[in-house]
């Protein structure tokens, strides 16, 4: 089966193709874009906050894509996330399940007053792509610095981990799949 792409709110062509690409690499899978979801529960949006609640945007999707014939789906959208007391998360994931997802809002260069560069922006996005997608695998944060399992809490962490899975882990998600 394959893996889908399910885009939330905003999200370019242009970056769901390049998803699409480096998914499909990483995991050796065929890749299916869904139709974009225009709009989110108000459920699910923090006014305090000012932020999508990442547990019960999770919570929503599955529920509204239990017939979608894939093995797993990742949820991609320009909406801020929080879970519990963190400011801020870059995605969020069913640990052995099924969905998950991530949030590009703080992946893009312009959410730090500097100049767009959509080539780092998309090499973000797949690293927290893939990071999130080797959850539902079933694998946890990496203590590995290049692995694209390494906690990221912050963007320049984003940048300097790698986008591979380090032995350790390709090996776990190779027994996983």
Do not use: W
């Not at 997608?133 to 990496?142: R, T």
């Not at 790698?162 to 090996?171: A, D, H, T």
């Amino acid at each position: 089966m394959p893996i889908a792409i399910l885009p939330l709110l905003t999200v370019s062509d242009q970056t769901l193709k390049g998803l699409n690409e480096e998914i499909g690499n990483a995991f050796l899978s065929k890749v299916i874009t869904l139709p974009h979801v225009a709009s989110m529960p108000d459920e699910t949006y923090d006014k305090n906050r000012e932020q999508y609640d990442a547990n019960k945007v999770l919570a929503c999707l599955k529920s509204k894509t239990k017939a979608v014939g894939a093995e797993k789906i990742i949820a991609v959208g320009n909406m801020d996330m929080f879970v519990g007391q963190l400011n801020y998360v870059f995605g969020a994931a069913e640990k052995g399940g099924r969905i998950c997802a991530v949030s590009l809002y703080r992946l893009d260069q312009r959410f730090y007053g500097r100049p767009a560069s959509y080539e780092r922006f998309k090499e973000r996005a797949v690293k927290e792509a893939i990071h999130e997608l080797g959850h539902c695998y079933g694998l946890d944060h990496c203590k590995s610095k290049e692995c694209v399992m390494v906690f990221s809490n912050d963007v320049i962490s984003v940048d300097t981990k790698g986008k591979f899975f380090c032995e350790s882990c390709r090996e776990k998600l190779r027994k996983a799949i």
